[in-house]
């Protein structure tokens, strides 16, 4: 962006490892539009919108088709007070020292500590949805135990329009609800100044009284330019295109300002703004215009110049509400106040005026009251080339021009290049060998700038040594090197909000940056085969989780667990975890079997961290250790392991280290172990029954599953309830059979019943 236009401002910091802290940029058109609309600005940050964490400061304001537009970009390393008047002053820096009438930010201490020092002669006024946001847990509690308590507060912050008017209306409402100890609202009186708008309605502002327009903008970024996985680089160029996208749609509402459009009444005032104003300014003062009808007039008894204007209809709800305004209209000198102070709050007239403007059925309004920002001619040409990329070449032609006259020269080629294969084939040849001494040229060009850049790095070393060998060295040699050259990326901030503690705050170990996303695969021809990453590999591929092959590898290795030990009794989802968690261990194919050794019912999650994998591993090394020493303390290490836990108890050696009575490593050894001590104690040589498990009964009685007592029994019990069954079939079978022969009505039962009749 420097080298496009050289009003670029940008500004960065370093901490004392040289790496990244804060950052802050602005481009030229944003510059040269603070110097039109800088007279009110709103300044909030965003988390999450970099690799880095680093907090996003933006400098909102509104131009004159009543849009957002962005003045200053900043990343910060932290939000402390230090931090904000290095941004601060950097944004004072950039526009010149051009210092805004008032700028609004939430209630962070840091920041209302660090602009009174870098904006002495700015009012800086905090957002009123972020100070009711704040105390909306207590505010809850009064609004259930006072239903009408809402309605009447939200009506005192909005409608009163004098300091007296809100005082008076505010403590009403106390002694109605008898608040007066409840600490929600003495805090919120006690900071009434700095966010109630009836305390600075002579305070220019912009139609402003919250910072909406900064989180909108910080919505806009976030939602369609970055997102949390971008590096640095890739973040400044998404924001300036954000920037570009605004000029564009300013440059639409410009265009669309200089169209025709009719006006409501034939009153000279009406038309003269009309053709001043934008159109989105227009439109506010017609609304305006049209809600003025509903005012009534009379005049002052003391002064004719003075007008007071009531409301037709007067709400008698609200015993505080002013319901008379008064006016002075003095044509002579071309002096139109009002009480409300609202032309002087936001620069636009408010319904009294308008009301008298069409009782005096004035002409024209004087130009004093026509501020310049709201204008169609509001954009003024600064001392600087405002756009943030070239138009012209060296030599002064348009490169649109040029852009335009290489298009119609192409087409032509192309047009007589399509008869016949002749002229195709001279066409080709014609285009590629342009190409080809284009890119000479360029090659050409970057050799000449390499030289270039030698050539000064030698001048500037031959000058550092003349100045080592001299009595003075003021400029120190690290000057005249690359300054981006040792600059290192930047901490993973700590925002307001993170699951950190105040240690690791101080200590500065902060979480790693999120992972960047990854490179596309390419194919045969270079071409990356897709941009979706897959959840289960986290590869660009060209498949998603669903066809994953390592998913699908999975998926044979649980059906050849299955295969081997038999179907387990888990449910469906839960062998889709287990699928879907050895599809993201990477298991190649030689260990299938070694790897899904799971029991049956085991329930695995998919939150499950390597560290218990890691475990598991080192408890079966001390097994096979165990196993290939024969010491006799065997069950005071089996404890041990024990301790450490598993998921599920085996019932012979009564560990939980992920296996069953099946699959015991000890089972042989801990059997011999209870033939000892029987003899020992009996004096009989008791042998087992068996080895194996049974698969019905789980038991080890020298029986397998198919002659088990406990499957026979359950095989005659179900014998005996399909005979049941059977019976009772055949019986109701019966049974509907003569009912059908009583009611069935044959041709010759119809005609003996006819013959009796």
Excluded at 101 to 116: F, R, S
């Amino acid at each position: 962006m420097k080298k496009e236009n050289e009003n670029f401002f940008y500004d960065y910091k370093v901490d004392d490892e040289n790496k990244l802290e804060n950052v802050f940029w602005s481009n030229a058109s944003s510059r040269a539009a603070y110097a039109d609309f800088g007279d009110c600005i709103t300044f909030d940050t965003t988390y999450k919108s970099n690799k880095h964490h680093l907090p996003l400061a933006v400098f909102v304001g509104v131009n004159n088709h009543l849009q957002s537009t962005i003045f200053g970009v900043a990343l910060m390393g932290n939000e402390s007070e230090e931090s904000f008047k290095w941004v601060f002053s950097r944004f004072l820096e950039c526009m010149g020292g051009k210092q805004p009438i008032c700028i609004l930010t939430d209630q962070c201490p840091a920041m209302a500590k660090a602009i009174p020092k870098i904006f002495p002669r700015t009012l800086h006024k905090f957002c009123r949805w972020h100070i009711m946001n704040k105390h909306k847990d207590p505010l809850k509690k009064l609004y259930k135990l006072f239903p009408d308590l809402k309605d009447q507060l939200t009506a005192i912050l909005n409608h009163p329009l004098m300091p007296s008017e809100f005082e008076d209306a505010w403590k009403a409402l106390i002694e109605k609800y008898n608040l007066h100890d409840i600490n929600v609202m003495i805090n919120l009186w006690a900071e009434r100044k700095l966010w109630i708008s009836a305390y600075w309605k002579e305070v220019f502002c912009a139609r402003m009284t919250s910072t909406q327009r900064s989180e909108s903008m910080n919505f806009v970024l976030k939602r369609g330019f970055v997102i949390e996985r971008d590096n640095l680089h890739i973040f400044a160029k998404q924001v300036n295109n954000c920037v570009q996208a605004r000029h564009e749609a300013e440059n639409a509402e410009a265009n669309a300002s200089t169209g025709t459009m009719k006006t409501v009444t034939r009153y000279g005032f009406e038309a003269q703004v009309m053709d001043k104003y934008t159109r989105a300014v227009y439109s506010v003062f017609r609304e305006r215009q049209y809600h003025s009808t509903a005012f009534r007039i009379k005049t002052s008894q003391d002064n004719p110049n003075n007008y007071l204007v009531h409301h037709y209809n007067q709400s008698k709800e609200f015993a505080w509400s002013r319901h008379e305004f008064r006016v002075l209209a003095d044509e002579a000198e071309g002096r139109y106040e009002c009480e409300c102070k609202l032309w002087e709050h936001t620069g636009l007239f408010c319904h009294h005026v308008i009301a008298v403007f069409e009782h005096l059925r004035l002409d024209e309004i004087p130009s004093k009251y026509i501020l310049q920002r709201y204008t169609k001619d509001a954009v003024t040409n600064p001392d600087f080339n405002r756009r943030d990329y070239r138009t012209t070449t060296e030599d002064g032609t348009s490169i649109e021009y040029r852009r335009t006259i290489l298009y119609s020269e192409a087409v032509k080629i192309i047009n007589k290049g399509c008869s016949s294969e002749a002229k195709f084939q001279i066409a080709l040849s014609a285009f590629r060998d342009a190409n080809s001494r284009l890119d000479n040229e360029d090659a050409e060009l970057e050799n000449n700038e390499d030289a270039e850049m030698e050539n000064n790095e030698q001048s500037s070393n031959q000058d550092n040594t003349t100045r080592e060998t001299g009595e003075q060295n003021d400029i120190p040699q690290a000057e005249n090197n690359d300054p981006y050259a040792d600059i290192q990326p930047p901490l993973v901030a700590i925002t307001k909000g993170s699951k950190t503690t105040d240690a690791a705050r101080k200590n500065g170990k902060c979480k790693p940056p999120v992972p960047a996303r990854p490179e596309p695969e390419l194919d045969e021809y270079g071409r990356p085969k897709g941009t979706r990453i897959c959840g289960t590999c986290n590869k660009i591929d060209g498949h998603n989780s669903r066809t994953c092959k390592a998913r699908q590898l999975a998926k044979k290795l649980l059906e050849t667990h299955e295969k081997v030990y038999g179907p387990t009794s888990s449910s469906g989802n839960i062998k889709v975890r287990i699928r879907n968690l050895l599809a993201r261990q990477h298991i190649p194919e030689t260990d299938d079997e070694e790897k899904l050794d799971t029991d049956e019912g085991e329930c695995f999650e998919d939150e499950t961290d390597d560290e218990e994998y890691e475990q598991e591993d080192e408890d079966e090394d001390i097994t096979e250790q165990e196993e290939t020493q024969n010491t006799p303390d065997v069950d005071d290490k089996l404890e041990n392991l024990n301790k450490k836990g598993g998921q599920r108890k085996c019932s012979v050696c009564n560990l939980r280290l992920g296996h069953y009575a099946s699959t015991c490593p000890n089972k042989e050894k801990i059997l011999q172990q209870q033939i000892i001590e029987r003899q020992t104690s009996d004096g009989a040589i008791v042998k087992p029954k068996g080895v194996k498990a049974c698969g019905t009964c789980n038991k080890i009685r020298g029986h397998n599953s198919r002659t088990c007592e406990r499957r026979q029994l359950e095989e005659q019990l179900l014998h005996l309830q399909s005979t049941e069954n059977d019976s009772n079939t055949m019986e109701d079978r019966s049974k509907e059979k003569k009912n059908r022969k009583k009611t069935q009505t044959t041709p010759a039962a119809i005609r003996r019943s006819t013959r009796k009749r």
